[in-house]
């Protein structure tokens, strides 16, 4: 049977829309209403490639404006990592795309690795994005979530070394999580300046290459073709979800 | 029977940054290779004899140090004990802010950055920031806490006539964790040229160990002062616990010695979450602004806010030496309330003459307490900073 992390490998080599790189919308679970959430995962799961489901978090240092206050909403709704687990267990239907868990180090850690990777494995869950943890603290929490066939998935950013590169890129399963700019999510890209940057990136590892941090619109998405395996669009969603936009349609028209 | 081997107290941090199970380096990756490159260039300067004699010579000519260890005559008839107060609040500034401050900032200078940016909380270490960088020539930035602008206002202008831009943070609580927030963020974003002159012993490795180094001259003054003045090494040693960098100044050169170690934390208004800022008294070990450290968090490891009367110690986490303190038993900790502080801030200045900054009276009223306990005793009292920075505090003390 392949393991939750090849899967979401898969779905990123074998995106719906052939020609395209695959796209993974990120939200923030309970923006801007706990009681959309389901409904929007579920909607994303038929156009996009894989999901980033974030964990809002009291003080999101990697995040800019726009992701901290959608933060801080969701959490004066009262969402929790475990009402987020709970709510993608008992979803109406199997979402149809892999789920990827995005969370600073500190509320896993409140919840317990153990029990963390049971209720992620029940909820779908193929792999984690911890930002604030890095290669050199997160042994113990890779080591664990591998053994469960789970993905750890790496950032690098351009300023990443290429032998510290090669360390993060090993192994297979999963994405590297390149950061297209060197800042926090939320400032302008511009594809032209990146793709040699992705192409490096994409030398020194065997697994799926995803972009990341200030993709905003199609033009961003196709402009990656060639250079990475996937686009993930974290600020301009929510950005249109704040202004009461339809996400679903928001993440279709960036791959038409 | 073998007895315990006794902790190395030199051998922390490790070369993971660790100070037993604390610490570490919780960065996102693209400041991972900034905080490599920090300690590298901490370890050089470090062993730069030139670099030393040029800190030594700014502490000494421009800090105005050693600062002095005056008897407390008066707390002493008062107390039944023998006190006395180690004056950081005679450095340049006003508080032991700025020897770390200027410490970074001739290390920024080292590194060829080309600006500066900082946190503050009370506005003590914006202020040593502000008068660090002026001093070695470097543009600087500020973030405060909107709530700090407001009742540390007179420190936003001593901070603004030396030519640093204050930005007031709104998000979050408004305080010194927003405030580290935005701060890192700014370093998030320009990592190469930014150097973070963090100001207390928190933060990822290296900046506990480098805050450390940059604070001990606190203790390793006091000590000879003390053998110098009474013949002998005090019986404790007390000192306000905010983020921890005064504290473990104070405490580090005595490690060894048999002295006994007591941090004050803030008790606010009371036990309940949200009404004080005593981290290591009723937090939970987690992860904030890099560091695993004792927290205060919710059960779902949301981090919380707190509440102290002092601007300098409102702070939700804690630097993780303390944690390891605590932890072994080195150190132990004690926390005093908002009330008990200012009664201590009043008593400092009747009977001392010295008005005393409030996070500085906790460790006065934390000494009190200890000596009515433990009569008969010779306690070393950190004076971390003069209180000129308080009075609309203080005003709105009276009012309330
Ligand atoms: C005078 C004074 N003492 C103590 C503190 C608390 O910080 P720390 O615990 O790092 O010494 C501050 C912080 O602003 C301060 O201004």
Redesign the interface.
Known sequence: MTSPAQRLADAIRHPKHPGLPAVMPYVTSGFPTRDGFAELVLGLSDVADAIEIGVP???P??D??VI?RSS?IA?DGGA???WILETLTSLPRKPACPLVLMS????????GYERLVDAALAAGVCGFIV????W??SEAFRVLIASRGLASI????P???DD?LSK?GQGEGGFVYA?TV???TG?AMEPAEISSYLDRVRSLTGKPVCAGFGIRTAAHVRALSGHADGAIVGTALIEALGRGEDGVAFVRALVA | MTTPTPIRWSDWPDA?GRFGPFG???????L??AVTRLEEAAVDAFADPAFMAALDAELRDWVGRPTPLTPARGLSRLWGADVWMKREDLAHTGAHKINNALGQALLAKRMGAARVVAETGAGQHGVATAAACARVGLPCVVYMGAVDVKRQAPNVRRMQLMGTEVRAVT??DATL?AAI?EA??EW?????RTFYVLGSAVGPHPYPWLVRQFQRIIGVEARAQMLKQTGSLPDVAVACVGGGSNSIGLFHPFLDDAVSLLGIEPGGRGRGLGEHAATLTYGR??????TYSM?L?D??????ETHSVSAGLDYSAVGPEHAFLQETGRATYDVVSDEEAMEALAELCAHEGILPAVESAHAFAGARRWAKANPGKRILVGLSGRGDKDLPILDAWEAR
Do not use: K, W
């Open positions: 978090f009291s003080d240092m990697a800019g404006p901290q801080r959490l929790t990592l475990a600073y180090a500190n509320p896993l850690m409140a919840f930002p604030d943890m890095p050199e603290e790496q950032l690098v950013t300023v990443t070394p510290r993060l950061v060197t800042g926090i400032a | 993971r570490g380096r919780y960065v996102p990756e693209t991972f290779p998000a979050g964790r927030d890192m963020r998030v974003g320009d990592p190469a070990p987690g992860v904030l602004h890099g927290l968090q059960a779902d490891g949301q981090v919380v």
